[in-house]
């Protein structure tokens, strides 16, 4: 993640509570359509609503899983379209190498969710 | 140079790729036929499947490029000595080998009349075509010849709705085949279905008009001429040897090419296989010994003559269903070995009658003959060919056991399991040891199963016992998160009640789940305890569609389907559909499964939609769930003039029944009003098709992309009785399918198939049926309408809203265009980003 975003361009998207565990829920953050999931254990990942397999804005709606890769567990959502699957932290595609999609940098405040701009310069 | 394009010169060419043959010889195939080769021995199901199902060859070609087909033109002449056969367009074409594979043609009695319009043969798929078209003007047809073929025949007949005679001159059916007794058993099955069996009776003319060819009766020898106006003649087979005489080359004196053991014919570059041939003078009229031949010619021709196979007969044992009766018969069936024994188990009652046939010190089994009940068929012929020791008490071989099969009996390695297309124990065995995984993969491999079929589940059953054997386990696991199938799944939440994913994920699985395991998980849930799909702890659950109550579309907007139960509506309620489409402008069109689509509607517009349509009475119609969807029906007898029952009627009944039934996968019925079948019900996982008696209940039917035709389940049941046995079908179906099978490929997956699905729920050989029925009673008693149920919860309506910190904002990715009147989604074409280090600007 990227660090030192300034906290003026943050949105408020909504009380921590409003999204359900293991549930996402669809903000509108600077015009762009941004999915927010909550996971069990709690943490909070935003990623860009879109989904470039399906070409439509609906990542929000797909089930949030977990999955062990390499030994490792793996929080992600499935895109409801066709299943793809999508690292919450990355953004990285788990079923198609070399696919990534926006993150965007999450703080958490008095229980209240805010979404920060682009996480730009990761690398793909 | 190979004349003839049937079953066995098809095997004949793959043989000869396979083995290399075609390294050394171009071959080509002369076939009379318009089609490439088909499974004659499943003729009769064409009417069912059709042409192309039946195709050994669908593409028309084979890949080898030193093998041309060509079809249509029959081979008219051979001269051997300059070694030419001349085709019917005149061509001459030259041979170094020809292989003579020119079938049998069916034998017609020279009786008055037999050559009238409406008086057919039975062989290729062109003469049931004939009989098809000419059945539609036909009211009663007759089969003359009650052997295998004649009942094949008579099935056809009897399917395409005549009532149907068969005349058969020996005293009993089946003559070759079975005994007095077993024929006669045969005969009380047929005649059940409502088939008139004459046996002992001669037919002596075909009565009819000859100058418009019409048939009016058959005149049989000493009794009343019988009144039919169409006549089969199924009354055995000839070999087709007439280039073979023409040319000079011997034939046996009850005709067929005459051969060696190598199938060589008096002309050293002529040999002949298949029914067309007669080794050592006798013809054999199955399949599987042409198959042999066929192997034993290429064998000879890649070794140069110098052969290692020979064909030195065969064993005609046949297993099929006749009309719904199994029939075996195998070994020395008629018990004509000397001192040979009998032991027979007869059930009247049942129709079920089974004969073993032992040697004089009852050490081996010689032969037998099952009817009514042939499982044992898979295990008693290969003890037969391998004469294998009878076990202690053989009469446990054909006795009714407790658990329906006849384990516990190890065949050598060395039985042949498969006769069609000789495959023994040890090869099946061979081909899992060397990584197939399933019984399916050892039929492709190994062609064990894939002629007739018969052996299929002896060929599950080994390969299910060489694993448990070497302890190699298939995995069978859902997914990582449950070591457990979808059916092991259901079992634990029946037996331990859980009402959670969460409880069930910590007390048997690992994880939190993922897109498998956790829509499945609800769908058990739901099939169980039929809770609210969105209530809590659910919710997270279901896939998108079960999620939103609605099918998602290309551009993430939904589809809503309201349930139109049975496609029956009012015209007040078709207005208000379409002032509810008009008013969101929304685009529609009409379903396959009798209902209107409405398409188009942004999720957040879900409730506002669903609030127009429950207020009008409308109800979710589960397009969007892997449930019930729809009962589709005919008008039925209220309005049409062909209609025996009031189809409509049980269509609205049986899909409010099951409406909000949460299955493996989507569920479909039909039910048709009479045996036109204008609802295309046994396109359908059921359906019921209505008879002058009550319902016929079809089972298994599917569309989509594996079509497959429902099977008769029972036949002219009450209502009650239907309903019984659809809620037992249903639940078992619930219970024990893996995920996302439909109805055909779970019954495909049970062992004994179709018939356990009988056992189960027609006989209730488990006990289970009070048990399924009340599962059923519960999920009736249990039904709501999700919708109106979503609509009077606030929690439930707080998610559908476009962005939670907007939801005044709709998304500005969905956008549509206009396609002949109606909107579409916009099409969005050009590059996507899919992870360069700048996705800014890629916009949507």
Redesign the interface.
Known sequence: MSAGVPTIDRTTVCRVDDIELEGGVAALVAGRAVAVFRTFAGEVFALDNYDPFARASVLARGIVGSLTCDGVNVDFVASPMHKQRFDLRTGACLDVPGVCIPTYDVTLADGVVLVGRLDEGRGA | MVAGHGMVGHRFVEAAIERGLTETYDVVVIGEEPRAAYDRVALTSFFEVGAEALSLLPSGQYDDPRVSLRLGTPVVAVSPRQRIVTLADGEEIGYDELVLATGAGPFVPPVPGHDLANAFVYRTIDDLVAIREASKKAKRGAVIGGGLLGLEAANALHQLGLETHVVELAPRLMAVQVDDAGGRALGRHISSLGLTVHTGAMTEAVLGDRRTGRVTGLALKDRKPLDVDLVVFSAGIRPRDSLARAAGVDVAERGGVLVDERCRSSDEHIWAIGECAAPDGRMYGLVAPGYSMAEVVVDTLVRGGEAVASFTGADMSTKLKLLGVDVASFGDAQGTTEGALELVYADDVAGIYKKLVISEDGTRLLGGVLVGDASAYGLLRPMVASGMALPENPEELILPSKSGSVGGIALPAEAQICSCNNVTKGEIEQCVADGAASASDVTKLTKAGSTCGSCKPQVKKIVEDYFAATGKTVDKSLC?HFPYTRAELFDLVLVHQYRSFDALVEAHGR?????IC??AVASILASQFNGHVLAEGR???????D??LAN?Q???TYSVVPRIPGGEITPDKLIVIGEVARDFGLYTKITGGQRIDLLGAR?EQLPAIWKRLVDAGFESGHAYGKALRTVKSCVGSTWCRYGVQDSVGLAIMLELRYRGLRSPHKLKGGVSGCARECAEARGKDFGVIATEKGWNLYVGGNGGAVPAHAQLLAGDLSTDDLVRYLDRYLMYYLRTADRLQRTSTWIDSLDGGLDRVREVVVDDALGLGTELEAAMAAHVDSYEDEWAATLADPEKLK?FV?????PD?P????DFGVTRDQIVPAV?EGP?????????G?G?
Do not use: W
Not at chain 2, 511 to 515: L, M, Q, S, V
Not at chain 2, 811 to 814: A, E, L, S
Not at chain 2, 832 to 840: A, Q, S
């Open positions: 990582e994880g939190r789940g993922c897109d956790r829509p919710r997270t659950l279901q896939d998108t569609n999620a939103y998602i290309k551009n993430g999720m998610r476009s962005f939670v910190n907007a904002v998304d500005p990715n969905i969005h996507v980003d899919l992870g360069t280090t700048i996705p800014v890629a949507r």
